[in-house]
């Protein structure tokens, strides 16, 4: 069955650190992945996806079919980096997405 | 220009009264999901509608739960009977045709049931 997992509920690090944020799915078939975010107070939006093999914000993720994976990382956070992270699995050709259950980023003074 | 409107903003119910929310999408956009999200269960999607084909009711969690589209504009989400464990934020979102992946969110409606 399709799913995506964020084991992590909350990660704390200071600014400056370097950051990841963790993301597995399980799909029989080519998956697209992305990260949404949502800012406090403000709407879920879409911070990346693995094709496109951007880097938005300093945030990059690479899609590791070996390992099922696609962590989001960064290497210097900043405050304003605080956020909820969502990973996402496009599902089937409806534009379902699969999201995972959320990883708060809090990034400290 | 505006995005995703979803109304009321907040709903506090009573258990076992319906409650409809709202979802007002993006002008053009043919494609609108509901996604419930709570803490401990990130987004769950619930019922997506495309233009006139059926919707795809397959995260809907219960028989209280029912949507509708009128005229490819406007969304209801209605809950009937509700339940303390229907308590979350109910998020809308809305697509274009051609771009599967990049889905614009309302605000959302903080549903609370006492």
């Known amino acids: 069955a399709q799913r995506v997992t964020q084991p992590e509920k909350l990660l704390s690090v200071f600014k400056g650190a370097p950051v990841e944020l963790k993301c597995n799915y399980s799909?029989?078939?080519?998956?697209?992945l992305f990260w949404y975010v949502q800012y406090s107070r403000q709407r879920l939006q879409l911070l990346l996806r693995?094709?496109s093999r951007e880097s938005i914000k300093g945030f990059t993720a690479d899609l590791n079919k070996g390992e099922t994976s696609f962590h989001l990382k960064k290497p210097f956070a900043q405050e304003e980096d605080s956020a909820m992270y969502y990973c996402?699995?496009?599902?089937?050709?409806?534009?379902?997405?699969?999201f995972g259950q959320g990883t708060t980023l809090q990034v400290k003074p | 220009g505006a995005g995703v409107s979803q109304s009321p903003s907040n709903k506090v119910t009573e258990k076992g009264k319906d409650v409809e929310l709202r979802c007002d999408p993006i002008?053009?956009?043919?494609?609108l999901y509901w996604y419930r999200q709570s803490l401990g269960q990130g987004l769950e999607f619930l019922i997506y509608?495309?233009?006139?084909?059926?919707?795809?009711k397959s995260g809907l969690p219960s028989d209280r739960f029912s949507a509708e589209r009128t005229g490819g504009s406007v969304s209801t989400l209605t809950i009937q009977r509700t339940q303390q464990e229907d308590s979350a934020v109910y998020l809308c979102?809305?697509?274009?045709?051609?771009?599967?992946?990049?889905?614009?969110f309302g605000p959302g409606t903080r549903l609370t049931v006492t």
């Open positions: 996402a699995l496009l599902y089937s050709n409806t534009g379902k997405l699969i």
């Open positions: 979102a809305s697509r274009t045709s051609g771009v599967l992946y990049e889905q614009y």
């Open positions: 002008s053009g956009h043919t494609a």
């Open positions: 799909y029989s078939g080519s998956p697209e």
């Open positions: 509608f495309q233009g006139n084909s059926a919707p795809d």
């Open positions: 693995h094709i």
